[in-house]
T-cell receptor, first 116, second 112 residues
Framework: DQQVKQNSPSLSVQEGRISILNCDYT??????FLWYKKYPAEGPTFLIS?????DKNEDGRFTVFLNKSAKHLSLHIVPSQPGDSAVYFC???????????????FGQGTILTVHP | KAGVTQTPRYLIKTRGQQVTLSCSPI?????VSWYQQTPGQGLQFLFE???????NKGNFPGRFSGRQFSNSRSEMNVSTLELGDSALYLC???????????FGPGTRLTVT
């Protein structure tokens, strides 16, 4: 039973255009959400996060949107660059008084390819 | 600050053996979490240690265990290795009262 789903295994985008990566979750108890970028044989790199009290968070070219009613999370990358080509994972967690911050549940990942 | 470090980076073991992996968190981080990544199951949470105590545990058999030392460094141990334990093992650390986790480069374990 997958609690976090990234339904698009891959996404191909032209350099300079917008990349939109999507993530759906099933448990309304999740209250913090993160995006990671990963290259093969490396650990995930933290990109951006959002808590359930917000619906948008921006950091440079990266913006995360949260739609709690739809249980949907998205990452927008504008403009996309060839160096953004990697696997992107969404991850979610539950805050049980701060003691559960250490446990993240990950989606299966989306391979983003940005063409020059 | 130096990032999360993991040793060794690569390991080859045979079935039935045991293995110990090491993780040094970012300086000042007291929480260390461990994850297993496989092609079939993706990234799965193993356990979290905070101040030398296991605080959360994932759905893995008892062959997987861990510990944390007073300097926040952590080790995980897998006993009686099985072929299916071949995976990338990742550890991550985070600062107190934050939820952003920062990952190390991982240890690639191959069981033959």
């Amino acid at each position: 039973d997958q609690q976090v789903k990234q339904n698009s295994p891959s996404l191909s985008v032209q350099e300079g255009r917008i990349s939109i990566l999507n993530c759906d979750y099933t448990n309304s108890m999740f209250d913090y959400f993160l995006w990671y970028k990963k290259y093969p044989a490396e650990g995930p790199t933290f990109l951006i996060s959002i808590s359930s009290i917000k619906d948008k968070n921006e950091d440079g070219r990266f913006t995360v949107f949260l739609n709690k009613s739809a249980k949907h999370l998205s990452l927008h990358i504008v403009p996309s660059q060839p160096g953004d080509s990697a696997v992107y994972f969404c991850a979610v967690g539950v805050n049980a008084g701060g003691t559960s911050y250490g446990k993240l549940t990950f989606g299966q990942g989306t391979i983003l390819t940005v063409h020059p | 600050k130096a990032g999360v470090t993991q040793t060794p980076r690569y390991l080859i073991k045979t079935r039935g053996q045991q293995v110990t992996l090491s993780c040094s968190p970012i300086s000042g981080h007291r929480s260390v979490s461990w994850y297993q990544q496989t092609p079939g199951q993706g990234l799965q949470f193993l356990f979290e240690y905070f101040s030398e105590t296991q605080r959360n545990k994932g759905n893995f058999p008892g062959r997987f265990s861990g510990r944390q030392f007073s300097n926040s460094r952590s080790e995980m141990n897998v006993s009686t290795l099985e072929l299916g334990d071949s995976a990338l093992y990742l550890c991550a650390s985070r600062a107190d009262s934050t939820y952003e986790q920062y990952f190390g480069p991982g240890t690639r374990l191959t069981v033959t």
